[in-house]
């Protein structure tokens, strides 16, 4: 099972709208980072939108490339 911290998003999401709210949950947030799968264009696309949102809050994005993390986490949600 993955970390309570860890959310799981595998279709294109609101994402300005998810950092926002974790924003509103931690407002002194400063870093996020999120796991891209670099062969999907939906997880690229929300890169994008990610990259913006951050910048405008002033949120540092930490991105990590998880071809094999992404199976794995699909991996962990079938499975649960």
Not at 32 to 49: D, H, I, T, Y
């Amino acid at each position: 099972m993955a970390p309570p911290y860890m959310a799981r998003v595998g279709a294109f999401q609101p994402v300005e709208h998810a950092i926002e709210i974790a924003r509103d949950m931690k407002p002194a947030l400063t870093c996020l980072v999120v796991v891209r799968n670099p062969r999907e264009q939906c997880s690229e696309a929300c890169l994008k939108k990610a990259q913006r949102s951050c910048q405008e809050l002033g949120v540092d994005l930490v991105t990590v490339v998880g071809i094999f993390l992404c199976l794995f986490l699909a991996h962990i949600t079938v499975q649960h």
